[in-house]
Antibody, heavy 120, light 110 residues
Framework: EVQLVESGGGLVKPGGSLRLSCAAS????????INWVRQAPGKGLEWVSS????????YYADSVKGRFTISRDNAKNSLSLLMNSLRAEDTAVYYC?????????????WGQGTMVTVSS | QSALTQPASVSGSPGQSITISCTGT?????????VSWFQQHPGKAPKLIIY???NRPSGVSNRISGSKSGNTASLTISGLQAEDEADYYC??????????FGIGTRVTVL
């Protein structure tokens, strides 16, 4: 079964750090670009970051640039999002999502999400 | 990058057709055919229903279709059914190599 599973969410204080992970299975992980998308409680979807199959191309939303770092380990079929200098507005469910080959923005496989709460 | 503009809510009776608009700028929707649409039911992860403006992934109902004109993309659901009640989001690639989502549209089946 094609699957993405996020982990690492939790409660963190403002200014703190957290590392999210996304474990892939059931497909050739190394061939696909993967993105992070978040959704604040009761709010809409917000694109966070993308990483190409070989990590050659990495992009961030302005709201997280300089604070978040995306990375992947194709040998371990895993993706990470290191989040530093966390703010209350980073509170959200964070999803990792696979991109259809050659179709930018076409997220065809999503994880179940992991909740990040930034609060003192 | 500002969010794409969508109506907050759209409603229709069973069997009717509805259309959701997604308005951007020449820096996103108007410049690329990389517009996707997602359906999200409460408490669930989003589901891809349209990509590259008008392509349907395997398994998505042919009652769902997409189009684009200028800076505005549209999603049409025909033969509205109770299961179509959900939130719908568009997204577009941008000239800064990022992605931007729409604010979301709540579809209600009357």
């Amino acid at each position: 079964e094609v699957q993405l599973v996020e982990s690492g969410g939790g409660l963190v204080k403002p200014g703190g750090s957290l590392r999210l992970s996304c474990a892939a299975s059931g497909f050739s992980f190394s061939a696909y670009s993967i993105n992070w998308v978040r959704q604040a409680p009761g709010k809409g979807l917000e694109w966070v970051s993308s990483i190409s199959s070989s990590s050659s191309f990495i992009y961030y939303a302005d709201s997280v640039k300089g604070r978040f770092t995306i990375s992947r380990d194709n040998a371990k079929n895993s993706l990470s999002l290191l989040m530093n200098s966390l703010r209350a507005e980073d509170t959200a469910v964070y999803y990792c999502a696979r991109v259809i080959l050659g179709a930018t923005g076409a997220f065809d496989v999503w994880g179940q999400g992991t909740m990040v709460t930034v609060s003192s | 990058q500002s969010a794409l503009t969508q109506p907050a809510s759209v409603s229709g009776s069973p069997g009717q057709s509805i259309t959701i608009s997604c308005t951007g700028t020449s820096s996103d929707v108007g410049n690329y055919n990389y517009v996707s649409w997602f359906q999200q039911h409460p408490g669930k992860a989003p589901k891809l229903i349209i990509y590259e403006v008008s392509n349907r992934p395997s398994g998505v109902s042919n009652r769902i279709s997409g189009s684009k004109s200028g800076n505005t993309a549209s999603l049409t659901i025909s033969g509205l059914q109770a299961e179509d009640e959900a939130d719908y989001y568009c997204t577009s690639y941008t000239t800064t190599s990022t992605l931007v989502f729409g604010i979301g549209t709540r579809v209600t089946v009357l």
